[in-house]
Every structure is written in C-alpha cells, then in structure tokens.
C-alpha cells in the first residue's frame, strides 16, 4: 500500500511581500542568535555587550563610521558591477580577479608614470584601471559566446593569475623590505586629491552613481531587456533577433569596467598600496552572494552590504575588545547568518505540505 | 642531481594536497554538484586534523604511531564531511544555488580553521609544532628509503602520499567498475533519469558529497602534519585556501578522471615548486609568482580546448551545477 510521503514538498507560484520579509527576518533573527551564543562561548560576553560592541565598531565614532561606508560602499560597488552579468545567468566569479586587475594597472601607471602631470597622470591611471579590468572580463566571455567555455572555472581561474600577477609586481617594488608600504612615498603622485574633505568621497560619489545608473540599465533600458532575455532563454533571445554573443561580452565587459573602478578608487583613494590580499581582500567573492541574495535589484544590495560590513567590522571590533578572539571570527559570522540567509529562499520558493490527517485515512 | 630529485620531491608531496582535494571534488562533482566551497572544507580539514593530533601527543606520554594516525586522519575526514554536510543539506535538500552555497562554504570554512586553529597556538607565538604527529607523517619506509636515487624518489614519502595513489586508483574503479558507481554517475549526468531508474537521487548525493568532502579534509591534514612540517600558523588558513582552489582546477585540468589526477597533481606541483629550483638547475631566473601562476593558466587552457576538442566521456557531468528539484519534470 502506498503512502503519502510525510513531507511533499512544492513549488510556490508567488508570495506577498509581508511574507517575504518575514521569512527572512525570521532567518536573520535565528542567525543572529546563533551569533551571540557562538560569541558567547568564545568570547565570554554576554549577549547585549556583543551587539554593543558590533555598533560600536561599526557606528561608535567618525573613523569607525568613515570605514563602514568606505567598505559598504566597495563591496556595493562589486556586487553592482556583478548584477548585469547575473541578471543574464552568466555566472561572473571574477570579480575578485576583475578589481585586482584595475587595481594593479593604477598601480603600474602610478609606479612607471609618475612624473606626468596630474590631470594627465589622473587620466591615465584612469583609463589603464579600466581597459585592464575589461579584459579581464571579457576574456571569459568572449570564449563562453563563440565556444561554450564554462564561465564559472574560466572566470575562477582568472582570479588566481590576477591573484599570481599581482604578486609578481608587490615583491618586486617591495625588493628587500618586509612589506610594499605605500606607493610613490614621497611625491604622492597618483594620489586622489581629497574631496568634500575626504578622499573616500570618490568612490562613495562612483557607487552612487553607479548604483542608480545599473538599476536605470537594467530595468529601463533597450540593453538592460536583452539581458534580461538571454538570461530567461538564449534561444527566444536569438529568435528575437537578439545577438546573444554581442551582449554576452557587452556585458561582461560592463562587469569588468564597474570592477575596474572599484579597483582604481581603492588604490588611488584609499590605499595608495596594492596587495593581492587587501586591494579587493575577498570582497569579490562575497559580492557574488550579495548580488544574488538581491536577485539582481541594485537597491536591495545597498541594504545587503551594509548588513554583511556591519557583520564584519562589527565582529572585528569584538576582537579589538577581547583577548584570545580571534578576529577570524568574522568570517564564522558572516558565513553563519549567510547560511541562514541563503537557506530561508527555500521556504519562499517551495511550500513544505506536511502529510494530513485527511490522508492517511485515505492512503 | 640532488636538486632535481628535491624538487621533484617537493613537488610530490604539494600535488598529493592537491590531489587529495581533487579526488573530493570529482567525487561531489559527479554527484551534480559542483563545489566551490573546496577551499573551505580543506582548511577546517586541517585545522581539526592538527588541533586533534596535537591534542593527543600534549596528552600522553607515550604517544602511539597507529593512533596518532587515526585521531589526526579521523578527525580531519570527519570535520570536512561536517562541512560538507552543511553544503549538501543546502544544495541538495533546501536546493538554493551551489555557487553561492560553496563561495558562503568557503568564507565561513576558512573561518572556522582559522579562529578554532588559533586556539592551539600558544598566547603571543604565531605558531605551534605537533613534533610527534609531524613524524608521524613523514616516516618513510623503513629500508627501502635507502636504496640510493630510485629510494629517494619512490620510497621516501609518509604513508598519506601512497594513500592518495591507492585513493586514486580505488576511486577511479569504483566509478567505472561498480554498479553503485555506475548509479552515481547516473544521478551527475540526469538525476531525473536516475530517479526514474529508482536510484535514490538525494541518498547518492548526501554520501558522495559527504566522502568527497572527508577526503578533501584529509588534504588539509597532509598540509599541516607533512607538507607543512606539523607546523599550523596562524597564515596556515590562507595557505590552504589559495592551493585548494588548485584542486577545482585540477578537476578540470584531469577531466574528471582520479587516475590522470596523479600525475596532473604532480605536474602542478613542479609548476608550482619550479621558482625554487630550476634557476639552480639550469641557470635561468624564473619568477616566483609567474611560475605559480602556471598551473592556473594550464587549467583555462584545458577548459577551452575541453569545448572543442575532447570527446564526449571527457566531458564533465552534464547536470553539474543545477539543482534537482523532482517536481520540476
């Protein structure tokens, strides 16, 4: 006799909003439960004094403040650059590659360049970031729209010889000395001049920008439908006349551009030093699950990014505070709610049936 | 002669982590799932695998070879099948996109074995030995070892190094020669096929990925306790993290074959270890970071020559990477 199995899982056709939300108020809650009893038992701090100490490390004073918005607003940046190439299914894993990319050509141009006049030298840095970053970027593409070439490993791989380039260059400026320090010391040639009273502005002001000019590009825009349509079906695309391997590696190559800046505003306006472990510092991977979690839409990642910063300048800040904690913890935090995150889209694309009463009588 | 042999050596001993990675992935990748949460699962492999050892030879007086073996292999299998488990409950049961399930895998595993690694380094060092575990694991065959060049190369490594062949060899037959083999493949090619089949599709993926996962933790092990001198660091989680994403490329680069991962993990080994002895053997300066930079570069050449020239069984699992959602039929 056959039996209804006790769970049955379906899909879900759509949900209210309200819903939505709830759920996944409701995984973060949990997730930041988990949190303060894993902060508990290693730190030994209560619960109210670990989500003290997180605001204060990341609200608490204007240098804490100015740090969040700087890396709330490079890891919006990432996950902005990534939206157009998610949208249309191309999955873009490297961003990481892509910054380090812009970030080294600043770098070079900065290091080789140095003497030209600043507008000049401004424009250059500028220009080699952004070409350098591309390229990165529509490589995979080029070879995912004439040959099929799996975007995923290709884009993967293409972080490390970033990663190894980067590299080449850091030990060689640095010769014998123990770390790279800052490039051009005493000149500072190269160095974003500093507006509204902060060199962060720069990049703050791009992510503005870029955020609201992304969302416009995707939603209102003739390119921004294409993507759309290679993304739900490469074949209605090309049906509809669509050339899928012209916006294939148009895209891609926006992807890599918007990477670029973000590589370029780092090195020039903020950390006039390049390493392969700072300049993008892993943010281009944690972009990729931003951009997904916020399905595409540049405002929700606004919200997401500051979320995944407070997570983790916050849990830094509890290292500064504890002894013995340490500061890799973060990353627990961030993956753990994460996780939690991640998970909940279960219960907002399927609904979970539990075996009725009703049934079993039948069965 | 000396320095080619040490190199040689070297790079043996570095691919068998890689290798050991790899045999994980194409067994989860087999499975449909393509995991990118390797990095992750390999560094809380590690530092468990460590953390375990060193616990049990700061224990006992007289620490015993077999089961310093056991706890340190044991203990390393058992947290990356843990890790593995968390991917697989996500992509498998909850069915939310693998990459970003084994990217979060990778930022919260490296995590872990880095905070819970540290917890063994003493206050104010940067690093802590397991002396004996170390010995342990380099012990080369008594006898053997000495039998002048051809000792050196093929009998001077710890048993983690013949472990890796053996694994290799029993993975690839089990794969190609059993029917339970046979079936999971079945369940990376077309779950719905599968299941149709009355293959229990989720069963098969929970266990391959959950094994696949435990052998990748026993790369992260073989890191620290040998390739790493039994010494963890704190540096030690990014170490790992950056030569596990090797094992994703090596995958590709041995086209899902466990028996080609042998020597492909070796061959990125020498690429990798080139910078510190060709320049001694032949004279020419190579670059450190350009040099490792090969191996990655190697991979995205196979990738592309994998879409236009490789024949069909050299191919990856045709599902690899989507979710199974049995309703979707």
Known sequence: ?363 | MATLIGWIVRAVVFGSVVMYGAMGEILTEKAGHLNLGTPGIMCTGGAFGFAAAYAYENAVDNPNFLVCILVAVGTAFLAGALAGLIYCFLTATLLVNQNVVGLTLTIFGVGVGKFFGTYVIPEGAVSTKAVFANKVFIAKIPGLSGLGIVGELLFSYGFMIYLAIVLAIVVHLFLSRTRVGLNLRAVGENPATADAAGINVTKYKYCAIMIGSGITGLGGVLYVLDYGNGTWATASGDAIEALAWLSVALVIFVRWNTLRAIWGSYLFGLCYWAYNYVPTLIGVNVSTELAQMLPYIVTIVILILGCTHMKQENQGPAYLGQSYFREDR
């Open chain 1, 1 to 363: 006799m056959h039996k209804e199995p006790l769970i049955r899982v379906a899909k879900r056709d759509g949900m209210p909003l309200y819903q939505n939300i709830l759920i996944r108020a409701v995984a973060i809650v949990l997730a930041m439960l988990l949190v303060v009893l894993f902060v508990h038992f290693t730190a030994g701090i209560s619960a109210g004094t670990t989500i003290s100490y997180m605001w204060e490390g990341v609200f608490g004073n204007s240098i804490y403040l100015r740090d969040t918005v700087f890396y709330t607003a490079k890891l919006l940046c990432i996950a902005v650059a990534l939206a157009p190439a998610f949208k249309m299914r191309f999955w873009n894993c490297g961003a990481e590659g892509q910054v380090l990319a812009g970030g080294l050509a600043t770098a070079v141009v900065m290091v080789y360049c140095g003497n030209l006049p600043a507008p000049l030298l401004y424009l250059v840095m500028f220009i080699s970031a952004l070409a350098l970053a591309a390229i990165w970027g529509i490589l995979p593409a080029v070879f995912k729209a004439k040959m099929g070439v799996n975007e995923t490993l290709f884009t993967l791989m293409m972080n490390y010889v970033a990663i190894k380039l980067v590299d080449f260059f850091y030990n060689k400026w640095k010769g014998s000395a123990s770390s790279l320090g800052k490039l051009n010391k005493g000149t500072k040639a190269g160095y974003l001049p500093d507006l509204f009273g902060s060199e962060n502005s720069w990049l703050l002001l791009a992510v503005v920008i870029l955020t609201i000019a992304v969302y416009f590009y995707l939603s209102k825009t003739k390119h921004g439908y294409e993507i759309a349509v290679v993304g739900e079906s490469q074949r209605t695309a090309e049906y509809a006349g669509i050339n899928v391997k012209t916006v294939t590696i148009r895209t891609m190559m926006i992807s890599g551009i918007i990477c670029g800046i973000c590589g370029f505003m780092t090195v020039a306006g903020h950390d006039h030093s390049i390493s392969s472990s700072t300049t993008a510092g892993g943010y281009g991977f944690t972009a990729i699950i931003v951009a997904w979690l916020a399905k595409f839409n540049t405002g929700f990642m606004v919200l997401i990014s500051l979320f995944v910063i407070f997570l983790e300048r916050g849990t830094s800040h509890i290292a500064d505070k504890c002894s013995g904690f340490d500061a890799s913890a973060s990353k627990i935090v961030i993956g753990l709610v994460l996780f939690f995150v991640i998970g909940s889209e279960f219960f907002i694309n399927y609904k979970i049936n539990l075996r009725s009463k009703h049934d079993k009588e039948v069965a």
